[in-house]
């Protein structure tokens, strides 16, 4: 074997082991999980003792925001496990473990495609908040909201158009 063929192979085994970078960062996202759940509960706690009193509008704003927290926290569970999969390693659950039935069917395209899907949603209800409460709001800003919002859905659409064409 050849010098320039050992250093190569010693290059390309360092890349590929190199994905292993990736895996603090995906149990960052665990800690970051973590921080949504304290935030979701914090909001719960100081918006129950209060549901007789506030009104319905104000009940609503609160679900969303309970909603979009969800929704984020769900994101981050699959960016997780997804790009965990896809870039590092499968994830070996032993079989008498409960295991999720999307897991390890998302490659990196439907990967976007959902994160994607996902912010357009949060971007859907926070738009949805600034129109319950649209004195609050400017003009101006209102505009920036709307403008902003079909913006993530144009960028959304064409990820998914593009994906559908490298697919076929």
């Not at 994101?75 to 473990?97: C, K």
């Not at 800003?141 to 697919?167: E, F, N, P, Q």
Request: charged share 15%; hydrophobic share 50%.
């Amino acid at each position: 074997m050849t010098l320039h063929k050992k250093i190569e192979q010693s290059l390309e085994r360092m890349m590929y082991a190199s994905r292993w970078i990736l895996a603090p960062i995906y149990f960052g996202l665990s800690l970051a999980l973590l921080a949504l759940s304290l935030k979701f509960f914090q909001e719960l706690y100081h918006f129950l003792p209060h549901i007789l009193e506030i009104t319905e509008e104000d009940t609503i704003l609160k679900l969303l925001t309970l909603i979009d927290l969800t929704l984020v926290a769900s994101l981050t569970v699959i960016v997780m496990f997804s790009g965990y999969e896809n870039f590092v390693s499968q994830m070996d659950i032993h079989h008498t473990a409960e295991k999720l039935e999307w897991l390890g069917t998302h490659d990196y395209g439907s990967l976007k495609i959902k994160v994607a899907a996902s912010i357009v949603a949060i971007s859907s209800i926070q738009l949805l908040k600034v129109f319950m409460n649209i004195n609050a709001a400017s003009n101006d800003k209102l505009m920036w909201y709307v403008l902003m919002h079909l913006t993530l859905v144009i960028s959304a659409l064409l990820l998914g158009y593009l994906d559908k064409l490298t697919k076929h």
